[in-house]
Each structure stands twice: as structure tokens, then as C-alpha cells.
């Protein structure tokens, strides 16, 4: 640290006193030369003193510096090593996520192929239920001739393929498309309604009554008034009683055929055998047993039944509502739709052999 330059001036000032005039005494000039040197003495030790104090302050600040400095680069340093631990232990923990991850990927590209290798694609998927739905709408039209239920699988199919939207499916969807057209060109029959109507003429059977048990309405009483004699209500009562004992009827139709009671019994099986073979028939498709059936079963309710009891009558219209019916001679086959399906079917499968070739190379 320097010295102040007004401390430092006053030795120089004191060097500048002039010297003894020669005519001086020595006693004079030595006592000068003293005050001198005890002036230029005091000077330089109160510059000594300060200076000292000065670099003690110094002193004091630089070490109080120091020591902050210290404490910074303690907490520094602490935190430094805290830092350091925690970037290890981050460091620690990214390379145990990379090497679950890369046992993750690992895993998940194995069971891709092994999906790949067992599972079949959405669209080998789409074209064997296709098929299913298919071969289910065949056997429909081959068993029952159940139209209505192959044309909605049809429908059903070519949804399902029109949700892909697959260049590829065009020609199994123009193949249902033709067989769907044809079907829906097709009379439509109620199998299921014709055959509730002969299940239930079968089961009022029982119920209904023989043209010889048929009863003429009796004759209304004549009426008597409150008033009457007893025996004036008698004499009416006995004349009721023998106009009933003899009853005229005028009929416009031939006598039915007497039915003994021990054969009643077997004209109502022969008639629910009739009417079980017609509704064989209409199962299978035969059209002319079916309208024979029919016929006879009409005949046998004309002949030997009350066609004026109500259950009777209800069976002649529904027999004669059966009878009218058109029945199709022949029902077209699902035969384009199904090769169709099988042939693309079968190209999908020759695909998916050429694909796995090489991973079995492998």
C-alpha cells in the first residue's frame, strides 16, 4: 500500500529548508540540522504508523473476504458433490430404463411376429367369415328355401366387405351382388307362416264338429203372459214340448255320410295325417303333394264336417288361402358368391406362405 502524498511531501519540504547562512554560528547550524532530522524522523514514523494501521485494515478485509470466499466454495463444493450423486443416480437409472426399454422392444418385436406368424391379417379374417356366412346362407336355401335369411347374410357379407373397402374384393362383391339380384327376383313364400296355419288347423281338429252332429236351434217358447191362468201356461208349455218332438228342415245341400261313432276317431287322424303330410310337403318343396294334400284335406272337411261351425270354417279359409299360393319350383344357388370367396380365399393363403418363407429361412 502507498503512501499518502501529503505525508509524503513534508520531507521533501523540510529537505528544502535552506541551509545556514555562512555567517552562521556552528551551534546554530547543528541544532538546525537536528530540528531537522528529528522533523524528517517523526514524519517517517507517523507514515510507518499508518501505513501499518492501512495494512492491517487490509489484512482484516482480505482475510474477511477470504473466509466468505471459503464458505462459498464449502457450500459450493457441497453442493457440487450432492449435484454429482444426484446426476450418478439419474445416470444409474437412465441405463436400467435403456435396458428395460430395450428388452421391451425386444419382447414386443417377438410377439409381433410371432402374431404375425400365427394370427391371420384383417382382411384373411374378413374373407373366411364371408365364406361362413356364405355357406350358412347356402345350406339356408338348400334345407328350409329360407329367402329372406340368405338374402340379409348376403347383405351381411357385402357390408362387412364394403367396410374394408378392398380393391381385391371386387369380384366377390359383384359375385353376392348377382346372387342377392336374383334372390330378391325370387316369389317370396311364408314357409313359417304356412306352417303355423296347418299347426293350428292340426290342433282344432279335436274341436271340431261332424255334419251328423250338427243341431237345428230349437224353436223359441211362446211367450205367456204373467197374468195367465195356470192351466192357460200349462196347455202352452205341453204344445212347445210337442212341436219339439218333431223338427222340419229344408236344406239345399246333399245328406252328409253317416259317421259311425267308432270311426269318428279315425276320420280325425286321417285328417291330421293330411294335413302333417302338407306341411312336409311345403317344407320340402313339394309343390304338387303339397296342393294335394291340400285339396283332400278340403274335400274331407266339405264331406264329413259342419262347414257352418266356426272352426271348421276357419280352417276351409285358411286351406283356401294355402291352396293360392305360389310356390317357386326351383331356388337359384349361392354358387358364384362361394367360388368367389374360396378362390380369394385361397390366393390370400398362397400370399401369406410367400410372406413367411423368408422369416423361416431365417
Known amino acids: 500500500m502507498s503512501t499518502p502524498p501529503d505525508r509524503l511531501e513534508r520531507p521533501d519540504a523540510l529537505a528544502r529548508v535552506p541551509a545556514a547562512a555562512p555567517g552562521t554560528p556552528p551551534a546554530s547550524r547543528g541544532l538546525g540540522y537536528a530540528i531537522a ?3 524528517v524522523a517523526l514524519a517517517g514514523l507517523l507514515a510507518w504508523i499508518d501505513a501499518k494501521r492501512d495494512l492491517a485494515s ?3 478485509d482480505v482475510a474477511a473476504r477470504l473466509t466468505v470466499a471459503d464458505q462459498a466454495a464449502a457450500q ?13 443416480e439419474a445416470q444409474a437409472k437412465l441405463a436400467l430404463l435403456e435396458t428395460r426399454l430395450a428388452e421391451s422392444q425386444s419382447q414386443q418385436a417377438a410377439l409381433e ?17 364371408v365364406e361362413q356366412v356364405l355357406a350358412l346362407a ?25 367396410r374394408l373397402d378392398r380393391p381385391k374384393f371386387g369380384p366377390l362383391r359383384r359375385a353376392i351382388a348377382s346372387d342377392m339380384e336374383r334372390l ?48 192357460s201356461r200349462f196347455v202352452r208349455e205341453l204344445w212347445a214340448d210337442f212341436r219339439g218332438l218333431v223338427r222340419v ?8 255320410p253317416l259317421v259311425a261313432p267308432g270311426q269318428q276317431y279315425y276320420l280325425r287322424e286321417n285328417l291330421r295325417l293330411r294335413l302333417l303330410s302338407a306341411r312336409l310337403s311345403l317344407i320340402a318343396r313339394n309343390e304338387p303333394a303339397f296342393r294335394a294334400d291340400v285339396k283332400a284335406a278340403d274335400a274331407w272337411l266339405r264331406q264329413y264336417f259342419d262347414v257352418r261351425a266356426k272352426p271348421v270354417a276357419a280352417v276351409l279359409a285358411s286351406l283356401a288361402a294355402m291352396a293360392s299360393v305360389a310356390m317357386p319350383t326351383e331356388v337359384p344357388e349361392l354358387t358364384r358368391s362361394l367360388d368367389a370367396a374360396r378362390a380369394l380365399r385361397v390366393a390370400q ?14
Open 37 to 39: 532530522v528529528g522533523v
Open 58 to 60: 487490509l489484512r482484516a
Open 76 to 88: 459450493f463444493k457441497a453442493r457440487d458433490a450432492e449435484i454429482a450423486g444426484d446426476l450418478r
Open 113 to 129: 411376429t410371432l402374431y404375425r406368424d400365427l394370427a391371420p391379417s384383417r382382411d384373411q379374417l374378413a374373407v373366411v367369415e
Open 138 to 162: 347356402s345350406q339356408q336355401l338348400a334345407i328350409a328355401a329360407n329367402v329372406p335369411a340368405a338374402i340379409a347374410a348376403l347383405q351381411l357379407a357385402d357390408a362387412k366387405l364394403a
Open 184 to 231: 330378391k327376383a325370387m316369389p317370396y313364400v311364408d314357409t313359417a307362416g304356412l306352417a303355423g296355419r296347418l299347426d293350428a288347423a292340426i290342433a282344432s281338429i279335436d274341436a271340431m264338429p261332424l255334419a251328423r252332429e250338427e243341431r237345428v236351434a230349437a224353436p223359441a217358447a211362446p211367450a205367456v203372459a204373467p197374468d195367465a191362468p195356470a192351466w
Open 249 to 256: 228342415e229344408v236344406s239345399d245341400r246333399a245328406a252328409p
Open 349 to 362: 393363403d398362397a400370399q401369406a406362405a410367400q410372406a413367411d418363407a423368408p422369416r423361416a429361412r431365417r
